[in-house]
């Protein structure tokens, strides 16, 4: 991923949005801006949408009814009520709301198709949603209502109906709010959607693609803390770094391998406690897969997000809708709104998300057992028996772990038809990102408890020192929780930990101390 500093404005054009864009607008705020060339491809388009408004014969989504009502023509007079009927009955979620940020990204996206001139929309439909996006206005979309085809469709008329003035939304600070207030303070007229303008504010794959684009951003963070992890694990268990070595790495080149493989090196060297384990007089083997084989596991799992943002990358330089709007004036309908492409790589990653998890859990079992630490003491107890040390903060762990593996199981296999069997076929692509958030939440409790958990071990290796880099870790972490010591409160120990994994804090101080 690009980690240049972000642009005064994303602006909107021919060029496709970059991922780091998408988190800039959907987590930090960042203002977006029409290019010219934007403003320009989309009144082209609009002057064709007009053209086959008047004519006699009908299309799809201009001058007919939706979905199975696409049999229906329009008379002129019926269709401005037709776009607002539209939005109003697509605007069926229920559940809890849906977190600012994915709306943001949401919005930010089908803007983004809306500005590329395919959609026929007006330039001032245009205009107000991105005013809205900059005003900090936030729509309220629910949790169900998209099926992944046919375009998100709840959630998106969710964002058209706060356009128009109609439904509740949350302001730049967070109060919940009547739209047409919100809008009103923020001096931007609600749209009176004209033909066309309805359908496609809604007909795309913009809520799963938000979803990915954020997961994949927090995914390379959390695979890079995994590495670290798990290399304090190793230093922990009195384990080997002789297994990451390069010439063994080369012997199957999968990319993802040989980094993990190279940054648990990095972040292992310098160690006295390595150092110690190294002579004749060694009689250990082979260390556990959990801990040799953990190159393997997170390498796959960074070869599977290199995958999945290629997928991410293709679709930021989509424009989907439909029907389409081409260069030469046709309008043409399409299946492009299906969201298999998006459905299936939030999917995927669902599946190493939890494999890593569990991995780092066996790490952490290893650990607190006695028979297989190598000389720490039960469940790292100051007194066991009397304290328990950090035998429950496993318990937690191995719940979260049991529920990443319910949450690896696919949800773009279960297809539900819909609209009277005309969508007969859908991707349940909006399931598949929302379970990966969770994930992705759950994968961050894991690898913190691991990482509370190793740093307390290396402790207890005392006098024997960690790597530089380990080091500056637990020491960092030390600002922040205790070390050994008799049995305490760890809820909190672990939430701090948490927060020190989201902060950035922990990867940057592994990157200046290997």
Same mark, same amino acid.
């Not at 199975?68 to 939005?87: E, G």
């Not at 919100?182 to 001096?187: H, I, K, M, Q």
């Given at each position: 991923m690009d980690r240049m500093a972000h642009p005064e404005a994303v602006q909107l054009g021919a060029k496709p949005l970059r991922r780091d864009e998408v988190v800039a607008v959907a987590r930090d705020g960042v203002a977006v801006e029409l290019e010219p060339a934007a403003v320009e491809a989309v009144t082209t388009a609009r002057a064709h949408i007009e053209e086959l408004a008047n004519a006699t014969t009908p299309t799809y989504g201009v001058s007919?009814?939706?979905?199975?009502?696409?049999?229906?023509?329009?008379?002129?007079?019926?269709?401005?009520?037709?776009?607002?009927?539209?939005?109003?009955s697509h605007a069926a979620g229920a559940g809890p709301e849906v977190e600012r940020e994915v709306i943001r990204a949401l919005a930010l996206l089908r803007l983004r198709t809306l500005a590329t001139g395919h959609t026929g929309v007006r330039p001032s439909t245009v205009d107000a949603m991105a005013r809205m996006l900059n005003a900090g206005i936030t729509p309220i979309v629910h949790e169900y209502g998209s099926l992944g085809c046919s375009?998100?469709?709840?959630?998106?008329?969710?964002? @058209? /109906? =706060?356009?128009? &003035?109609?439904?509740? !939304?949350?302001? %730049?600070?967070?109060?919940?709010?009547?739209?047409?207030? @919100? /809008? =009103?303070?923020? &001096?931007?007229?609600? !749209?009176?959607? %004209?033909?066309?303008?309805?359908?496609?504010?809604?007909?795309?794959t913009d809520g799963m693609l938000g979803m990915l684009v954020l997961a994949i951003t927090d995914l390379a963070k959390l695979l890079d803390i995994a590495d670290l992890t798990a290399a304090m694990s190793v230093e922990a268990l009195l384990g080997t770094d002789r297994v990451f070595a390069p010439d063994l790495q080369a012997l199957r080149p999968h990319p993802?391998?040989?980094?993990?493989?190279?940054?648990?090196?990095?972040?292992?060297a310098g160690s006295e406690i390595m150092e110690s384990h190294r002579g004749p007089d060694c009689t250990r083997v082979q260390d556990a897969y959990s801990l040799r084989c953990s190159p393997q596991v997170h390498g796959a799992a960074r070869d599977t997000l290199a995958h999945a943002e290629l997928v991410a990358d293709r679709e930021l330089d989509s424009a989907i809708d439909n029907p389409a709007?081409?260069?030469?004036?046709?309008?043409?309908?399409?299946?492009?709104?299906?969201?298999?492409?998006?459905?299936?790589?939030?999917?995927?990653?669902?599946?190493?998300?939890?494999d890593v998890a569990s991995m780092a859990e066996r790490r952490t079992d290893r650990m607190l057992d006695v028979a297989r630490s190598h000389g720490l003491p039960p469940f790292l107890a100051d007194?066991?028996?009397?304290?328990?040390?950090h035998m429950i903060a496993h318990y937690t762990?191995?719940?979260?772990v049991s529920e990443l593996k319910r949450l690896a199981v696919p949800a773009s296999v279960d297809s539900i038809p819909s609209s009277a069997m005309q969508e007969d076929h859908v991707s349940m692509g909006w399931s598949a990102a929302r379970k990966l958030r969770k994930a992705v939440?759950?994968?961050?409790?894991?690898?913190?408890i691991e990482l509370l958990t190793a740093a307390r071990a290396l402790d207890l290796r005392a006098p024997l020192k960690p790597a530089?880099?380990?080091?500056?870790?637990?020491?960092?972490?030390?600002?922040?929780?205790?070390?050994?010591?008799?049995?305490?409160?760890?809820?909190?120990?672990?939430?701090?930990?948490e927060a020190l994994v989201r902060s950035g804090l922990i990867a940057r101080t592994v990157e200046e101390n290997s």
């Open positions: 007919t009814g939706f979905g199975a009502l696409a049999v229906r023509h329009i008379p002129p007079d019926r269709r401005a009520q037709l776009q607002r009927s539209l939005i109003r375009g998100d469709l709840a959630p998106l008329s969710s964002v @058209a /109906l =706060a356009l128009i &003035g109609e439904g509740q !939304v949350r302001d %730049a600070a967070g109060t919940l709010r009547p739209a047409a207030e @919100a /809008l =009103a303070e923020a &001096g931007i007229e609600p !749209v009176a959607l %004209a033909e066309k303008e309805g359908l496609a504010m809604i007909n795309g993802g391998q040989a980094l993990s493989a190279a940054r648990m090196t990095k972040i292992l709007v081409l260069a030469d004036g046709r309008v043409e309908s399409n299946g492009n709104f299906h969201g298999a492409p998006v459905a299936y790589v939030l999917d995927f990653l669902a599946i190493p998300v939890a007194d066991p028996g009397v304290d328990s040390g762990q191995a719940a979260v939440d759950g994968l961050t409790t894991v690898l913190s530089p880099a380990t080091a500056a870790v637990v020491a960092l972490l030390r600002e922040h929780v205790q070390g050994p010591g008799p049995d305490r409160h760890l809820a909190p120990e672990i939430a701090a930990t």
